[in-house]
């Protein structure tokens, strides 16, 4: 089973400030993906990667960065948070057929 | 409108009864993959489709590109199938691989 584990689990953010969500996988994926869950919304894809130095826009990529440094690892920064980035954020890695996912990242903007 | 739409929206299940959750789509899907998220959050891979059937104990999911739609049907409802399902939609294009498209969720309750 592949495996993908995302830090922090929980996070608390000021509004203004700069916040980093990290994902790393350890099964070689060279695809990984950010999503963002909200009620009544599903899973939405914000930004996406298909290597190494590799990143693209998903479908709601504003007031979100990204960045892959290496096959393993792929972050999702907000570099001026605001409330309405307030939700559970999802990392996932898949290799051209199934896409599994971490157990996701409460952040919480006040 | 939605891509991928999931009926129903919520399910009240009797432990030991079948039922059907269903996905349709308006995006050229190639293939579908169905995820249990579990009360803590956790998004647990069910099936893994492209078009065809796939079973796996209890559940069985069907994957129609044709008529653009998914069903996942759950038999004798256990009080641990309880949670959300998600279907996700992928629609293969050149360099596209593995995007998910995803629908709203089925909140599934099994009762005693």
């Known amino acids: 089973e592949a495996a993908v584990t995302q830090s922090p689990r929980n996070k608390v953010a000021v509004t203004g400030g700069k916040v980093t969500l990290s994902c790393n996988q350890t099964?070689?994926?060279?695809?990984m993906y950010w999503y963002r869950q909200d009620t009544g919304h599903g899973l939405r894809l914000i930004h996406y990667?298909?290597?190494?130095?590799?990143?693209e826009k998903g479908d709601i990529p504003d007031g979100y960065k990204a960045s892959r440094p290496s096959q393993e690892n792929f972050s999702l920064i907000l570099e001026l948070a605001t409330p309405s980035q307030t939700s559970v954020y999802f990392c996932?890695?898949?290799?051209?057929?199934?896409?599994?996912f971490g157990k996701g990242t409460r952040l919480t903007v006040v | 409108g939605d891509k991928v739409k999931q009926s129903p929206s919520a399910l009240s299940l009797q432990e030991g009864t079948n039922s059907a959750l269903r996905c349709n789509f308006s995006i050229a899907a190639t293939t579908v993959q169905w995820f249990l998220q579990n009360p803590r959050g956790s998004l647990i891979n069910l099936f893994y489709l492209v078009p065809g059937t796939k079973e796996n104990g209890r559940l069985k999911s069907t994957f129609n590109s044709k008529e653009s739609y998914s069903t996942l049907h759950i038999r004798d409802a256990q009080l641990e199938d309880s949670g959300t399902y998600f279907c996700a939609a992928e629609a293969r294009l050149s360099g596209s691989f593995n995007k998910l498209t995803f629908g709203a969720g089925t909140r599934l309750a099994v009762c005693p």
């Open positions: 990667s298909y290597g190494a130095g590799s990143t």
């Open positions: 099964n070689n994926h060279n695809n």
């Open positions: 996932a890695s898949g290799d051209n057929t199934e896409v599994f």
